[in-house]
């Protein structure tokens, strides 16, 4: 499996046995950091993103996203939004693995395939994160997967052993932290971030 593989395979195994039994309409984000997203548009969000990724793979424009966007019906239920993003993962899947390492398209500047292969997973897993703390769901991204991200998108972020007391999962910890999602100990909480996906060359 691929990275982004893995990470779509994880958000399935995690949210679709709670399609059906729990309040989509909640707003996303653990309580003491709500989004202005509901769970629901979260979901729908994720789908979103990694159609657009797809689409810049496929036409690899260099100077703008493509001007078109996926829409979720309003009114869909959880469980087909999850079937949207299988879809729309499915897309990503295929563009990456048609995608030379040569290939460059635009995302703030020249962004080759890893580049959109760990924003796919980093959309997927964060935001799968934003779900279940607004379901009521104890899950946090895969260590794995929050290595992946880290390395590619965040090349300055902490080592997860430079972190007074690192949990053993420290990837996801400073995962967290690096996108303003969690408490990182020995470091400010931060308020704004960027991650790093256009590479020149």
Do not use: N
């Amino acid at each position: 499996m691929t990275h982004i593989e893995e990470a779509l395979a994880e958000l399935q195994r995690v949210l679709e046995p709670h399609a059906d039994t729990r309040d989509w309409s909640a707003p996303a984000g653990p309580p003491e950091q709500r989004m202005e997203w509901s769970c629901w548009e979260t979901a729908a969000h994720i789908a979103h993103d990694l159609t657009a990724y797809a689409g810049q793979l496929a036409a690899e424009p260099d100077d703008c996203y493509l001007p078109f966007d996926l829409v979720v019906r309003p009114g869909t239920p959880p469980r087909e939004v999850l079937r949207v993003i299988r879809a729309a993962g499915g897309m990503l899947t295929s563009a990456l693995a048609t995608a030379g390492p040569d290939v460059r398209a635009f995302h703030w500047g020249p962004c080759d395939p890893t580049g959109f292969e760990a924003m796919g997973v980093a959309e997927t897993m964060l935001h799968t994160y934003d779900i279940t703390q607004g379901l009521g769901m104890p899950w946090t991204p895969p260590a794995r997967s929050a290595t992946y991200v880290l390395e590619r998108l965040f090349p300055e972020a902490p080592e997860a052993s430079e972190a007074p007391g690192a949990l053993a999962d420290g990837p996801t910890e400073v995962l967290l932290w690096s996108t303003g999602r969690g408490e990182l100990p020995g470091h400010k909480r931060l308020t704004s971030w960027v991650w790093q996906a256009a590479r020149e060359g």
